[in-house]
């Protein structure tokens, strides 16, 4: 894999921000939370925005990777869990970006809809605050962005392609070279997360970057 800066380098325009591979200390646990920048003549998209500590770092190092010429344009959220969505509120205020999530998603934040206790406590734990945030439009497509509806980690995950590159969220993980569905601690309903990991199969893509892990080549992972 190479890297440019610090940051891992997935395809021509795609990066890895390296800060984001940091762990942060979540009751005697280590967690991190990738978050993935695609550069394009016309700004820089996220996708998801990792843990909170990290604002300054992400910020930074999207700014090194655009030479400082580049604007954030948009984050793209897999979904709303603390972890992914944590830093939104802080780099769209700093930047103006739009941020973007699916409809049912939406829900978690305006507490219509219960999140997992863990997931909550989470939230709580770590202030999460809350961005303006932007449907992905019924064409389910943002740009080159297409946006794939992947429900059951949460009630409106969905997992983002790319040019052949698939953003899973949290849909799965690939640790050590070991691919995972979601992690049922984590997953609201497992078996229609286990459904919306099937269909993704038939579709075309080379490389996987998941939302907790290293990004790999397809191989036989799924
Ligand atoms: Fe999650």
């Known amino acids: 894999m190479e890297f440019i800066g610090r940051n891992m380098k997935i395809k021509e325009n795609i990066y890895m921000l390296e800060c984001t591979r940091k762990k942060v200390l979540y009751h005697g646990r280590e967690c991190d939370s990738m978050v993935y920048a695609v550069l394009e003549p016309d700004g820089v998209s996220l996708i998801d925005s990792g843990f909170p500590p990290f604002s300054y770092d992400i910020l930074e190092e999207i700014r090194l990777l655009g030479q400082h010429r580049l604007p954030l344009k948009q984050i793209l959220l897999t979904h709303a869990d ?68 992947t429900p059951g980690h949460s009630a409106g995950h969905v997992c983002l392609l790319y040019r052949q590159v698939l953003f899973g969220g949290d849909l799965f993980s690939i640790s050590g070279g070991v691919f995972s569905g979601a992690n049922p601690e984590w997953t609201e309903d497992p078996v229609l997360a286990g459904q919306s990991l099937e269909r993704l199969r038939s579709l075309k893509f080379t490389m996987l970057c998941p939302g907790h892990g290293i990004p790999d080549k397809r191989r036989n992972y799924l």
């Open 82 to 149: 603390l972890d992914h969505i944590g830093n939104a509120a802080w780099l769209q205020e700093k930047t103006g970006c739009t941020v973007w999530i699916s409809r049912l998603e939406k829900d978690y934040l305006t507490g219509e809809r219960e999140r997992l206790p863990n997931k909550q406590k989470m939230c709580e734990e770590f202030h999460l605050q809350l961005p303006h945030i932007e449907f992905y439009p019924d064409s389910s497509a943002v740009g080159e962005f297409q946006i794939l509806d």
